[in-house]
């Protein structure tokens, strides 16, 4: 897999500028710029999450849960831009994917600031898996990558 170009802060921003664009685009208001730098404390893989008010959306706006991810994961971070927006309901509690010029990432943000990773030269299979477990209110997926947390 190619190395990032971009820094990890700046990718990571880019990442929550799409997030937020997508909400505000499917609430009909402008996108808003965010920033975000860096940060290096691990992710505890005991907390609770949960899919209470759950919502899926891609850069073609929100999709219904799949029953198969793989496919859905596969379509949408295909091209270099792709990205996927888990949201499971509670305030700041989200996973997301993106593809950033054919690099993949993965990050989750659990309740705060404070517990917002990534991770880098992530497959497919493995967003598809950490996707759907987190739409499942599961979280096996964190002890398999290696995180850094995004200070923002």
Request: proline share 8%; aromatic share 6%.
């Amino acid at each position: 897999m190619t190395p990032l170009t971009t820094p990890p802060a700046r990718v990571a921003s880019q990442m929550r500028d799409t997030r937020r664009m997508s909400e505000r685009k499917a609430d009909g208001l402008p996108a808003t710029p965010a920033a975000s730098a860096r940060g290096t404390s691990a992710p505890c893989e005991n907390d609770e999450i949960g899919p209470n008010g759950l919502t899926i959306r891609t850069p073609d706006g929100t999709v219904a849960e799949p029953e198969r991810w793989l496919p859905l994961v596969h379509r949408t971070l295909l091209s270099a831009g792709g990205f996927l927006v888990v949201d499971s309901g509670p305030p700041n509690t989200y996973a997301q994917a993106l593809n950033h010029e054919g690099s993949l990432i993965l990050e989750y943000r659990d309740g705060s600031r404070e517990r917002h990773f990534q991770a880098r030269e992530v497959t497919l299979e493995e967003i598809a898996t950490a996707l759907s477990q987190w739409a499942r209110g599961e979280r096996e997926f964190v002890g398999r990558h290696d995180w850094h947390r995004l200070a923002l």
